[in-house]
């Protein structure tokens, strides 16, 4: 069996715009999934947001999330399966970094920045929901008075 020796890798993670949604549980899961392969994350970002050249899981757009960690070379297969067997990860790709230094991984971390916009998500579907419930209890009151002023009408 060959020694267990920790090596620096990068992962693209690629995630549906239904998880997206929830960008906070998103990584929370990533995070999960790497702490589970005993991986020590360097920096995490959004890479981009974009349509695919195909449809995957009958998903036709998608969001690139980059991460740069360490782990025991051992652990990287384990973590793949894990990814595979993900419902919340379309595909993700695991390469050794070893053309990076940390410095230069961690000068790419872009957590506070994933942190921020997944705070403005939650707000803005939060505030699409109470808009739309806003609607429903108007729409609801109009059709109550529209009816109400039917019933006091003379034949």
């Known amino acids: 069996m060959p020694p267990t020796r920790t090596y620096t890798y990068e992962a693209m993670f690629l995630i549906s715009q239904a998880v997206a949604a929830d960008l906070s549980g998103a990584v929370a899961h990533i995070n999960e999934l790497l702490s589970r392969a005993h991986a020590e994350v360097i920096a995490m970002r959004k890479w981009d947001e974009r349509r695919l050249a195909f449809e995957i899981k009958k998903q036709k757009r998608g969001l690139y999330i980059l991460c740069y960690f360490k782990a025991p070379n051992t652990s990287i297969a384990h973590l793949e399966r894990d990814c595979n067997l993900s419902e919340k990860v379309l595909r993700a790709m695991i390469l050794r970094a ?41 729409g609801d009151s109009a059709e109550a008075a529209e009816d109400g002023g039917a019933e006091d009408e003379p034949e």
């Open 98 to 138: 070893d053309h990076l230094s940390v410095d230069e991984m961690r000068a790419a971390d872009g957590r506070e920045a994933l942190e921020t916009e997944a705070k403005l998500r939650a707000t803005r579907e939060r505030e699409e929901q109470q808009a739309a419930m806003a609607g429903a209890v108007a």
